[in-house]
């Protein structure tokens, strides 16, 4: 016997969707920096489909007033990639603080999207730019996207995420706690501002990350000083015992990162 | 010397490559080897109603399948080699360290069966098809509420889990102190549960030499004669010399590989019964669960102190987790061993300690780098620091008027120990000069402008080292040995077996440099062994900062016999009258003839035997060291995050003479940053419910990263000699010592600004969370 | 003569038979013991590799996926063009920082990452490099000196 699961190994997108179908019961991998590991102790999948030789799932492009990210960019080259540091430079810095140096050689932005750990960076970006998902059959929002505690719920059969696709704000701020370096944000505010209006995605504070309205009515309200209305934010969430740090804690370092985040969406913009 | 002859040309290539240290254990593949794998208890506490193997056993590849039932007769549980009176004049309780468990499961990963397969895999997937039927019970993890009334009782005959209740000095004559003192102070004090977390994870081969019927045992350990002796002899009833024990190369220890473990005997038990090699690795989820653990104390101290700050009386109370089983030293740690410093280099009047050793459903408990002193001395420095918060004394100042200095040494301190020599005040005045404490406030208002809290930090450590303690309490008057061996080969070089065993600290280095003066000759020309028991009769090994000590000494010891051989050699074969023929530290010199070493040993004709110069030695160690410093650590914390940076940490530290001060300084910068991680990040959690362990992975469980730490500055008084022939004084251990303290007085002091008397009660890991909810919680008492 | 499943060091292997990860396959079936094997749950770095010329660790790798790949462990950095690692191997040799070695890899290849994309990187900087990297043993101040000192020799001991 083999312990060993079946790999599939697709070279384009019809073939790995081709393959998906022929082998329903697949695991899809993306960079498997969570799956891999993951596995010694859950078990092995029969059988998985590794998306790594994809070649038409990398690169990073724009169109029109929006940066495109194949769903295979490496979260070295989201932090590296010349053309991120200067239209979304808060979403570079952060993927430069994403797990360690050598997970980001590995690591995808669609494994980061599709974190069921309720924490990450990356999702809260993507709540607060108003992302969307597309894959080879339709394009999601982002707050769709991370309705269910397990964003790849709701995909079908054969159905791929292609890229990610974030409109670009006029400026944004990435704010987290990370009590250990290269492991997930305690707490992560990712806030933006542009056309319309105020962003804010927040990771940590739930099973899953959220939009917070609240955060971006705050903002609006244009009163960064203000601890008494800040009291309100983030207010009324249900208490989540998942993380190691007690949501008290939780809760009062997001007011605390989306004040720091007010104070960085009112500077000039920040450039590499 | 026939009788240990040299095995090097002898057996498989995995062993000759093991003999030489070419690689950890886990490298080494014997051919055909057996795969051992555990199956263990998800439970921390239940009843075994059941296991059903045959599933397992009738699996391709599967060899055996072991439950206690399947053991041969006639075997021991592995013993605590600890004994231990308590106040009442009983011994301490000694249940039985089994192999597997049997009818109960008293730790999350306890091993209730073995499975032996042709590969890991299949024994891997075999091992998943034993049923176990367990019946869970409830399960205590904390060693207070294991001591308290109602607890879930870990062993049946054992009742209220108390294995040992211990005790040292006059506890009326303290009480009596504390009743007349105008000064009393008390803290409540948690030294927090440590994973010891080496990278390499323990692991064994076992095998047997079908030609001479020689057992083998391959594992990392500290020390192999030991390890030797306490399986053949004291568990399986084999005579020593017919096992041979290799350690080859060690991937970092700190006291976890000291000990014996079941799966040691469990894979030599199945190589003598399935006549193959059997390897087993633990894998990491193991290293978290059936390694020993480290600390996991809870104390009440007590200060009383005069009118001008001097410190009568000092008792503390503690409780000490041991876990499910004792480990081999278990009880040794919070007691004679931790005990000796609890006074410290201070002139503290009257002390009195008492320990209850607690049985709970936790992995076994056991020397973790400094092995209990570190714990005692944190309790010290923390409590001197609760007497300066709640008195309002200057922190060094306090210090300063307690600490035994120059002349009233020879000082035996309350606990006992005999102080011959010491820079203790030397090293508190340097610290605090170095830090520039006298201008501490004006960066503390500098830190307030910018809304952080600062704070600074200062502890005195003393160390015992040299294996006394431990010697002491194994024989009434006895002393602890190393064993040396010195052998002239072949092409000018000298070969040098030793017992102490280095798990990373660059033992060889030293002992070459040490030799190499010794002998007049070239360090290049030596090259040292360990991990070896074919090459000597016997040895100690490593443990309690002792290596350089103790291996000097047995070394020096050998150096000096092989220069009388190779004397009494020179005087035959110059035709020369022995007395005319002198050693002058480098060449030996009879009429007009004058040769080094290694020039005479080539002399030497070839024989088959050993060369005459060569020697063997075990060494008594006379009397151990008292290493000593202070260390000093300056940090801010973020009031609203709790976060905290660690902005200037140093130490000054009597070792004596320094031999290596590259690895002196490598052991106390590794110290202290287990100290720190202890201090400020490492957190052992088991759930309050279930027992489980829940930090069980290097992502739950979190080591401190190079980014979290700040450069440690590592700073030598000289001029102060350790009570041997190289004036040295142990090291390896102090950093652990501390590291804690001194962290934790400076949150106390950062904090001390907004809390008051509550910043007393920080408690380790003092993590982001506590220290905000410390801040932003109004308590106001009364 | 058939295509080789991978080169690990410049020499061809024949695909996996037991092994799931790469991490399994490295150690257990091509022999390669400088790939270590420490926390198996991808929170230490000491089971790096560089595959086609990018480091990752090998036990986030199923052994599937190096086929057709370049693999280079530690003793075949030399091999792997790495510009840097010449002087990182220098200065290890000159201020041995390693204690146990376990975690040499690790740092070693994070360090070789670290100077090829900035020369001279600051004291912060090397030790924000080593994020989630492990060592039990030293503390990191003299992995850290030995980095800056391959980034600047002239400079002696950083």
């Known amino acids: 016997m083999s312990s060993s699961p079946a790999l599939l190994l697709p070279r384009t997108l019809e073939e790995a969707q081709a393959q998906l179908h022929r082998t ?37 492009h724009m169109e029109g007033d929006s940066l495109q990210l194949g769903a295979q960019t490496t979260l070295h080259e989201l932090a590296t990639s010349a053309l991120v540091r200067r239209q979304l430079p808060a979403l570079a810095r952060m993927a430069a603080r994403m797990g360690d140096c050598f997970m980001r050689n590995r690591a995808t932005v669609t494994g980061a999207a599709c974190s069921t750990s309720g924490a990450g960076c990356l999702p809260a970006a993507m709540l607060a730019c108003g992302a969307t998902v597309h894959t080879t059959a339709r394009t999601i929002s982002a707050e769709q996207w991370f309705a269910p505690p397990d964003p790849t719920a709701g995909l079908q059969r054969g159905e791929l995420v292609v890229r990610l696709a974030f409109p670009i704000p006029e400026v944004a701020s990435h704010q987290c706690l990370r009590l250990t370096p290269a492991r997930f944000a305690a707490v992560t505010v990712f806030a933006t501002r542009g056309a319309r209006g105020f962003g804010v995605g927040v990771s940590g504070l739930g099973e899953r990350s959220l939009r917070s309205l609240s955060a971006e ?56 | 010397m026939s009788a240990y002859r040299t095995l090097d040309g002898g057996g498989p290539d995995w062993l000759r490559r093991a003999r030489q240290a070419d690689g950890y254990t886990e490298d080494l593949q014997p051919p055909g080897a057996l795969h051992a794998v555990f199956v263990r208890s998800p439970h921390a506490h239940a009843d075994i ?33 600890v004994p231990l009176r308590n106040r009442d004049g009983s011994e301490r309780a000694d249940p039985p360290r089994t192999l597997l468990g049997r009818g109960k499961a008293r730790h999350e990963g306890e091993a209730v069966a073995m499975v032996i397969a042709d590969s890991l895999q299949l024994a891997t997937a075999a091992a998943r098809q034993v049923k176990v039927a367990y019946r869970v019970l409830p399960a205590v993890t904390d060693p207070a509420r294991a001591l308290a009334p109602g607890a879930p009782r870990v062993w049946d005959d054992i009742p209220g889990n108390l294995c040992f209740d211990w005790e040292m000095g006059d506890e009326a004559g303290v009480q009596a102190v504390f009743a007349a003192a105008p000064h009393v102070v008390d803290l409540e004090i948690v030294n927090s549960r440590v994973v010891v977390a080496p990278l390499e994870t323990r692991s064994a081969i076992a095998w047997k030499d079908p030609a001479s019927g020689r057992r083998v045992l391959v594992s990392p350990t500290q020390g192999v004669h030991w390890v030797r002796d306490l399986i053949a002899r004291e568990v399986l009833g084999w005579e020593a010399d017919t096992l041979e024990v290799v350690t080859p190369r060690v991937g970092g220890s700190f006291g976890a590989k000291i000990f014996v473990y079941p799966e040691q005997v469990l894979v030599l038990l199945a190589a003598e019964r399935f006549g193959a090699a059997v390897k087993w690795v633990a894998t990491r989820d193991e290293a ?109 100042e306090l210090r300063r008027r307690n600490l035994a200095r120059g002349e009233d040494l020879p000082f035996t301190t309350a606990a006992g120990v005999r102080l011959g020599t010491g820079l203790f005040a030397e090293n508190l005045e340097r610290a605090a000069h170095e830090v520039g404490y006298a201008s501490f406030e004006a960066r503390r208002a500098a830190s307030k402008a910018r809304g952080k809290l600062r704070g600074i930090g200062i502890a005195n450590y003393l160390e015992a080292n040299g294996g006394m303690a431990l010697a002491r309490i194994m024989e009434p008057g006895g002393l602890p040995r190393e064993s040396a061996r010195v052998a002239f080969e072949p092409g000018g ?83 020369v009258p022995l007395d005319e023929v002198s050693w002058d530290g480098r060449c030996l010199a009879g009429g007009p003839l004058r040769a080094g070493l290694l020039e005479l040993a080539a002399q030497v004709g070839c024989t088959s035997g050993e060369h005459p110069f060569s020697a063997e030695v075990c060494a008594t160690i006379e009397a151990g060291t008292y290493g000593n410093g202070c260390h000093a650590c300056e940090l801010e914390v973020d009031p609203h995050s709790g976060e905290v940076e660690l902005l200037r940490y140093l130490c000054v530290n009597d070792f004596g003479e320094i031999v290596s001060r590259h690895h002196v300084e490598a052991q106390v910068q590794g110290g202290i940053a287990q100290g720190l991680g202890q201090a400020l990040f490492e957190h052992c959690r088991f759930d309050a419910v279930s027992g489980r362990v829940l930090s069980n992975d290097f992502g739950s469980y979190d080591l401190p990263q190079a980014a979290q730490l700040p450069r440690f500055e590592v700073l030598l008084n000289v001029g102060s000699r350790g009570p041997n022939l190289l004036g040295i004084k142990g090291c390896g251990e102090s950093g652990a010592s501390g590291a804690p303290p001194a962290v934790i007085n400076a949150l106390q002091d950062a904090l001390a600004g907004e809390i008051g008397a509550r910043a007393a009660s920080i408690q380790m890991p003092a993590t982001p969370d506590r220290l905000w909810h410390l801040l932003n919680t109004r308590e106001h008492a009364a | 003569m058939s295509k080789p499943f991978c080169t690990v060091n410049g020499k061809a292997y024949d695909p996996p038979a037991n092994a799931t990860t790469a991490l399994e396959w490295l150690r257990d079936e091509a022999g390669c013991t400088d790939v270590a094997r420490a926390c198996e749950t991808g929170h230490c770095g000491a089971c790096v590799v560089v595959l086609d010329g990018r480091s990752v660790k090998s036990c986030s790798l199923l052994a599937g996926e190096l086929e057709g790949r370049q693999v280079h462990s530690l003793q075949g950095m030399a091999l792997a063009g790495r510009a840097p690692f010449a002087a990182i191997e220098r200065a290890v040799r000159a201020r041995q920082p390693f204690q146990c070695g376990y975690c040499k890899p690790a740092f070693l290849m994070a360090a070789c990452d670290l100077l090829e994309s900035q020369a001279r990187p600051t004291e912060k900087e090397v030790r924000e490099a080593f994020a989630g990297l492990l060592c039990r043993c030293t503390g990191y101040q003299a992995i850290v000196e030995a980095v800056l000192l391959a980034s600047a020799p002239d400079k002696g001991r950083a």
Request: hydrophobic letters at 40%; a positive charge; proline letters at 6%.
């Open chain 1, 24 to 60: 329903p019961e697949a695991r899809v991998l993306a960079g498997g920096q969570s799956l891999v590991p993951a596995w010694r102790s859950s078990g092995l999948p029969p059988a998985v489909l590794s998306l790594d030789r994809i070649e038409s799932l990398r690169g990073v």
């Open chain 1, 217 to 272: 009515a705050w903002l609006a309200a244009g009163e960064p000083g203000d601890e008494r209305t800040i009291a309100a934010v983030f207010d009324g969430l249900p208490p989540h015992a998942g993380a190691d740090t007690a949501f008290d804690y939780r809760v009062a370092q997001a007011r605390r990162l989306l004040r720091s985040a007010a104070v960085a969406l009112a500077r000039p913009r920040p450039t590499f």
């Open chain 2, 49 to 81: 109603a059941s296991i059903d193997t045959r599933e397992a056993r009738a699996m391709p590849g599967v060899t055996g399948v072991w439950t206690a039932d399947d053991l041969p007769a006639g075997i021991r549980p592995i013993p605590c080699i």
């Open chain 2, 288 to 396: 978290f669960l059936t390694d020993t653990q480290g600390r996991d104390h809870r104390s009440q101290a007590r200060l009383a102190l005069d009118a001008d700050g001097r410190f009568l009386a000092l008792r503390v109370d503690t409780a000490a987790n041991l876990g499910a089983f004792l480990s081999n030293y278990a009880p040794f740690n919070p007691t004679t061993c931790g005990a000796p410093v609890l006074a410290g280099a201070y002139k503290i009047a009257k002390l009195y300690t008492r320990v209850r050793g607690a049985f709970s459903n936790t992995p076994p408990v056991d020397s973790y780098r400094g092995a209990g002193r570190p714990e005692a001395t944190y309790v010290l420095e923390r409590v001197i620091d609760a007497a300066v918060l709640r008195f309002g004394w200057d922190k060094v």
């Open chain 2, 493 to 575: 070089r000298v070969r040098v077996d030793i017992g102490t065993q280095s798990s990373g600290q660059g033992h060889r280095a030293s002992y070459a440099r040490v030799l190499a003066d010794q002998l007049g000759i070239p360090a290049e020309a030596i090259t040292v062994h360990q991990g070896r028991t074919d090459r000597l009769s016997q040895s100690t090994g490593t443990g309690g900062s002792k290596s350089l000590l103790s291996g000097s000494t047995a070394l020096l010891q050998a150096g000096d016999r092989a220069i009388e051989n190779a004397r009494r050699w020179a005087a035959e074969a110059w035709g």
